[in-house]
């Protein structure tokens, strides 16, 4: 299974960022995905997670309201909406993959893992 991230960047705060990550290699609907980032110094944290179906969403705290995150099994891809962002948010954005239906929110429920997209909110 390959992931290959997309759509980071520079964004003032405020501003908003789609990534995207395109899934191949194997039948992208028996996975659960899920979105982490990792900051300079400090360790992969959960961002959002997405069942198989898209029925259910999760989300870390810090992001509740802010982020969305969807999937269209059609095209193997799963997004991270990113909405009114903050400097905080500054960090290697990460997608992965979970074989099977349940979601997982430690980095080390996934399987699979893609290069990450960079992204930078300035204040």
């Known amino acids: 299974v390959q992931l290959q991230a997309s759509g980071g960047g520079l964004v003032q705060a405020g501003g908003s960022l789609r990534l995207s990550c395109a899934v191949s290699?194997?039948?992208?609907?028996?996975?659960?995905m899920g979105w982490f980032r990792q900051a300079p110094g400090k360790e992969r944290e959960f961002v959002a997670a997405i069942s198989w179906s898209g029925d259910g969403t999760y989300y870390a705290d810090s992001v509740k309201g802010r982020f969305s995150i969807s999937r269209d099994n059609a095209k193997s891809t799963v997004y991270l909406q990113m909405n009114s962002l903050k400097p905080k948010d500054t960090a290697v954005y990460y997608c992965?993959?979970?074989?099977?239906?349940?979601?997982?929110?430690?980095?080390?429920?996934?399987?699979?893992w893609g290069r990450g997209t960079q992204v930078t909110v300035s204040s």
């Open positions: 992965a993959a979970r074989p099977g239906s349940s979601t997982a929110m430690s980095p080390g429920g996934y399987a699979y």
């Open positions: 290699g194997r039948t992208f609907s028996v996975y659960t």
